[in-house]
């Protein structure tokens, strides 16, 4: 008999990681299938909530926030670009020159999720190719908006959101629930509101967890 698990991806569009975690679950989900179906949504976590208009330069942001040298930054990068590229994920680090205010993107993800019918993951997916495989601004409302219309969103609704503060109340009250739950790094992968997967983890802990969480239920 097929399952249904509940999963709260919370994560970042400005996150490597994330985009990691995201293409392990998906693997994952795959080997499951038919066994383990799962209804998924994105809630929103910024890992710069207070990042300037215009964004910060990529290194110097590493270097001031975690203490990277120039040379244990390159060893993740590369790092990621692996792991990404196991995943069919491509990450092009050196187009991401700059890091950027990521809220916007988070109040259409909430629309996206409204709308229904899988429009939320496609345009998930699309924000995290557009700024790490395209190295595009995720900040920018122009970026923002084509984006919404390469999955098929209503691109005048998508303007007027971001043109008001449309769902700013919802995106930073679940913000504030997952902060309060103890999340203060992503990926975190919460599924059935009990069980907390955190991290960038290999398709094989996912589906394990996925497994065990379905034979108990």
Request: aromatic share 8%; with cysteine; proline share 5%.
């Amino acid at each position: 008999m097929t399952k249904t698990l509940k999963i709260d991806f919370v994560s970042d569009v400005s996150c490597p990681w994330c985009a990691v975690g995201l293409a392990s679950l998906q693997t994952a989900l795959d080997r499951v299938a038919p066994d383990v179906k799962v209804d998924i949504t994105f809630q929103p976590f910024e890992l710069n909530p207070k990042m300037v208009p215009e964004g910060e330069d990529t290194t110097e942001h590493l270097r001031n926030k975690y203490g990277s040298t120039p040379e244990q930054a390159a060893a993740i990068r590369e790092t990621i670009r692996a792991r990404g590229a196991e995943l069919g994920f491509t990450f092009n680090l050196d187009k991401r020159s700059r890091i950027y205010n990521t809220f916007d993107a988070h109040r259409l993800l909430h629309w996206a999720h409204e709308e229904g019918g899988g429009h939320q993951l496609a345009l998930k997916q699309a924000f995290l190719k557009a700024y790490f495989t395209d190295g595009e601004d995720p900040s920018n409302h122009a970026v923002l908006v084509r984006v919404v219309g390469e999955v098929g969103l209503d691109t005048e609704r998508a303007k007027a959101i971001l043109a008001s503060d449309t769902y700013t109340a919802e995106v930073r009250a679940q913000e504030q629930f997952y902060l309060r739950q103890g999340i203060n790094s992503v990926p975190a992968v919460v599924i059935n509101d009990r069980h907390l997967i955190s991290g960038g983890q290999p398709p094989e802990v996912f589906e394990q967890a996925l497994r065990q969480i379905v034979a108990t239920a």
